[in-house]
């Protein structure tokens, strides 16, 4: 018979040297994990969706309002209206502006957009801005994340349904559970050694749908800037490409991307006259407009399920959301000049201007009213948007709430 092992003593100070290299391991795993870095405080109970507003208000008085420079527009995400401020997003009522619940990290937020009912936040880390994070409007619970290479800076973008994260060199799409549809530009490895290296162009403006992207590229050895039009294909580092040449365009980031609506895009280019030219997914332009002078470099456009809006200025631009088909400018009148681009509340265009929001028909621009708000001069554009019977104004890095 085998005599049983016996443990000995330098058996149990080898087990317990393991116990205590496992232990150590998994503390300093935690110390410098995401997780060690994260504050979570979801909502005590559900928010309540919004309701409906059943009329545009005969007057608008300040709600509340709350620093948010990382949003470059109102955020509305169920029924929650999101901030983000430093380190931290807040998913206020939209009424009082109360935190309802708050999602903070150990680092300043590059932005926070949203996707359906979810505000989406995006962090830094050493690849750039690619630490991004969903959080439901509803509770402030976390949801999809993803970590990708990124710009050390990037402008978001939303239609609702998709994300656009883009920088100076390298631009992706994400699905609403943040898995990526599309990317264009730099990489940080070649992982496919067969497939060409894109040139390193510098990304100059894009906008985003869910069925196309346009980007303005400016590239080495190019005097004029080109107009890229990406499509999702079966691989996200091999999307659908239509290149059109911007000829005669300076190559100095004047012309941009408006808006893209369906696989349609609204271009703004500066030669031989100031024009915006609608373009399809095949690169012809399919209409254009002219417009009486260039547009101020803080021009911004806004869009919902009826209408795309462009504020160049001082004056309000309305296209259909079908096909970007050119409909009506609102311009200065009578001292009132927009100051920002309009939202649609009850069928009612609701455009941004010197002393408060004049109020137009949707459909056709027939003038309706005027309601007076006082807001502090700027320079920055006004940009609205409606929640429930509550109007939300971004101005410059302050969110607010007007009802």
Not at 50 to 70: C, D, N, Q, Y
Not at 116 to 125: H, L
Not at 154 to 180: A, P
Not at 291 to 317: Q, Y
């Amino acid at each position: 018979m085998v005599a049983p092992e016996r443990r000995t003593r330098a058996d149990l100070v080898a087990a317990l040297a393991i116990v205590v290299v496992v232990a150590v391991a998994a503390a300093l795993l935690w110390w410098t994990s995401d997780a060690r870095a994260t504050i979570s405080r979801p909502a005590a109970e559900p928010v309540p969706g919004l309701s409906v507003a059943r009329e545009v208000p005969t007057t608008l008085r300040e709600l509340w309002s709350a620093p948010s420079p990382k949003t470059d527009r109102p955020v509305v995400a169920g029924g929650s209206i999101v901030t983000g401020d430093g380190k931290q997003v807040d998913g206020r009522d939209a009424t009082s502006g109360d935190v309802l619940w708050s999602y903070a990290r150990d680092r300043d937020l590059c932005g926070v957009t949203y996707v359906y009912y979810d505000a989406v936040a995006v962090y830094p880390d050493d690849r750039g801005c690619g630490q991004v994070t969903t959080l439901s409007g509803k509770d402030g619970k976390r949801g999809a994340t993803r970590s990708s290479y990124s710009d050390p800076e990037v402008r978001l973008s939303s239609d609702g349904t998709t994300v656009l994260s883009y920088g100076d060199s390298r631009l992706e799409q994400w699905r609403s559970d943040m898995v990526r549809m599309l990317s264009w530009g730099a990489l940080d490895a070649r992982i496919k050694p067969k497939v060409p290296a894109q040139p390193i162009c510098r990304l100059v403006s894009a906008a985003g749908s869910g069925s196309q992207v346009a980007v303005i590229e400016s590239c080495p050895q190019a005097s004029e800037p080109r107009l890229t039009l990406l499509r999702a294909d079966k691989e996200e580092d091999e999307p659908l490409t239509k290149s059109v040449p911007l000829t005669g365009v300076p190559d100095d980031d004047s012309a941009r991307v408006i808006a893209v609506s369906g696989t349609t895009a609204a271009v703004y280019v500066p030669t031989p006259k100031p024009t915006v030219n609608v373009i399809d997914e095949d690169g012809k332009t399919i209409a254009s407009t002219l417009i009486p002078k260039p547009p101020s470099p803080n021009a911004v456009a806004s869009g919902n399920d009826d209408v795309v809006t462009w504020w160049t200025g001082d004056s309000v631009m309305v296209f259909d959301t079908n096909g970007l088909k050119y409909k009506y400018t609102v311009s200065p009148v009578g001292g009132q000049a927009p100051v920002g681009p309009a939202t649609v509340m009850v069928g009612k265009l609701l455009v941004p201007v010197t002393t408060g929001y004049d109020v137009f028909d949707a459909e056709s621009g027939a003038p309706d009213r005027h309601i007076d708000v006082a807001r502090p001069p700027s320079q920055e554009a006004v940009v609205p948007a409606i929640a429930g019977s509550t109007v939300l104004e971004q101005r410059g890095d302050t969110l607010v709430a007007l009802g």
